[in-house]
């Protein structure tokens, strides 16, 4: 049973480029986190999603950024004209559909390593 | 707001025990988390706590109190090997997986 699964797991991209990140949950989850680390910090929450759905997106910057888990293939977090603020960790997350599990578990993929340059 | 507090760092020695506290003031309580995460890697899930007391799982246990809001992480028989990150999370609303994490612990361990 395969994990949670990202692509690429290193991304370069020069100032003013896009970056796509893929994430596709584990098999049977149907819920979808994306998380941003910064080096020696905590995991900030962006957007949490399901199925051609957005639950909550409270964590994501109002311009640039934008998230969809359509209903064929994997979660896509989009970053438009990247700065070099925008470099960082980014985690992708699953869990199983809410209440089928007491233990609040989410299970992380690799990360994808995004640098502006 | 919503935060959780938790020492940056801790140093313990091989084959001790160490305890990573974490506070918390949210909006929602419904369970409080506890990930670790090595260097470069993902973080992995260690523990959960619904209700007030201590859950075992091996080397490591995990502590709640509700009423103070505050839990601990803690860790026995230290190997080398634990040397990580590990960060408290809080699940804010019941209904769904999503959960806040605190900035992290990093644990240095010395032989």
């Known amino acids: 049973n395969a994990g949670v699964m990202q692509n690429p797991r290193h991304l370069v991209r020069r100032r003013g480029q896009e970056a796509r990140l893929r994430c596709s949950p584990m098999?049977?989850?149907?819920?979808v986190y994306w998380y941003r680390q910064l080096p020696e910090e905590g995991l900030k929450f962006m957007v949490y999603?399901?199925?051609?759905?957005?639950?909550?997106e409270s964590g994501m910057p109002k311009e640039r950024f934008s998230a969809e888990f359509p209903k064929e293939g994997p979660s896509i977090l989009r970053i438009q004209q990247v700065v070099r603020g925008d470099s960082a960790a980014y985690f992708c997350?699953?869990?199983?559909?809410?209440?089928?599990?007491?233990?609040?578990?989410?299970?992380f993929g690799p990360g994808t390593r995004l640098t502006v340059l | 707001g919503q935060s959780l507090e938790q020492p940056s760092e801790v140093t313990a020695v091989e084959g001790a025990i160490v305890q990573i506290n974490c506070t918390y003031q949210?909006?929602?309580?419904?369970?409080l988390s506890w990930y670790q995460q090595h260097d470069g890697g993902a973080p992995t899930f260690l523990s959960y706590?619904?209700?007030?007391g201590l859950e075992e799982t091996g080397r490591f246990s995990s502590f709640l109190s509700r009423s103070d809001s505050y839990g601990y992480l803690l860790l026995q028989e230290l190997q080398m090997k634990d040397s990580a990150s590990y960060f408290c999370?809080?699940?804010?609303?019941?209904?769904?997986?999503?959960?806040?994490f605190g900035k992290g612990t990093r644990l240095h361990i010395l032989p």
């Open positions: 949210t909006s929602g309580f419904y369970g």
């Open positions: 999370a809080v699940r804010d609303r019941l209904g769904d997986d999503k959960i806040i």
């Open positions: 997350a699953s869990s199983p559909r809410p209440g089928t599990s007491g233990i609040n578990e989410q299970f």
């Open positions: 706590n619904a209700l007030d």
């Open positions: 999603l399901q199925k051609e759905n957005i639950i909550d």
């Open positions: 098999k049977g989850h149907s819920h």
